[in-house]
T-cell receptor, first 114, second 115 residues
Framework: AQSVTQLGSHVSVSEGALVLLRCNYS??????LFWYVQYPNQGLQLLLK??????LVKGINGFEAEFKKSETSFHLTKPSAHMSDAAEYFC????????????FGQGTRLTINP | EPEVTQTPSHQVTQMGQEVILRCVPI?????FYWYRQILGQKVEFLVS????????KSEIFDDQFSVERPDGSNFTLKIRSTKLEDSAMYFC?????????????FGSGTRLTVV
């Protein structure tokens, strides 16, 4: 069975500081990995995905994530936080072959301090 | 940019009542999904639907739940007799191709409150 653990339910950074949101996964087969963002009163928007190509994946809004198989991690980073980045971020995993469902982590709420 | 539309955005219902949550997927998408998020908990997979039948469902999706694509544009989730623990945000999603690796588009959700 697959699972995702996001370390820290709440992360707070200053505007302009590095954003680091942690995600570790468990999967018995090679995974696909995703980061989704949810702004208040909105749906889940795909930030980026890893689908077994390049291990460093670039997404929208300046975010990127690196797949590290040895560490079973897929941490999300952004060099310089902006006030508009304040949102809930979800890491998710799915199997490569056949599976259609996503297994989500519990989410990390990112707060940006001015 | 094409969107997945969900209605209503918020629904309040009495325990034991039937509710239908509605979704209009993106028009050329063939795969449809429902997820839910109980307040403070993870987003959980409920069901996937393709070619007019359920292709996968979770243990949450018991006999109280059903899905339907009644008219080629809407995709609905019905809960026959709601319980307090059904209170959650329900997300519809669609994708052009099967498999999460191709990417879903999620709707903005329906918040269901059972009283």
């Amino acid at each position: 069975a697959q699972s995702v653990t996001q370390l820290g339910s709440h992360v707070s950074v200053s505007e302009g500081a590095l954003v680091l949101l942690r995600c570790n996964y468990s999967s018995s087969v090679p995974p696909y990995l995703f980061w989704y963002v949810q702004y208040p009163n909105q749906g889940l928007q795909l930030l980026l995905k890893y689908t077994s190509a390049a291990t460093l994946v670039k997404g929208i809004n300046g975010f990127e994530a690196e797949f590290k198989k040895s560490e079973t991690s897929f941490h999300l980073t952004k060099p310089s936080a902006h006030m508009s980045d304040a949102a809930e971020y979800f890491c998710a995993v799915s199997e490569i072959q056949g599976a259609q469902k996503l297994v989500f982590g519990q989410g990390t709420r990112l707060t940006i301090n001015p | 940019e094409p969107e997945v539309t969900q209605t209503p955005s918020h629904q309040v219902t009495q325990m034991g009542q039937e509710v239908i949550l509605r979704c209009v997927p993106i028009s050329n998408h063939l795969y449809f999904y429902w997820y839910r998020q109980i307040l403070g908990q993870k987003v959980e997979f409920l069901v996937s639907f393709y070619n007019n039948e359920i292709s996968e469902k979770s243990e949450i999706f018991d006999d109280q739940f059903s899905v339907e694509r009644p008219d080629g544009s809407n995709f609905t989730l019905k809960i026959r007799s709601t319980k307090l623990e059904d209170s959650a945000m329900y997300f519809c999603a669609s994708s052009e191709w099967g498999g999460a690796g191709y990417g879903y588009t999620f709707g903005s959700g329906t918040r269901l409150t059972v009283v």
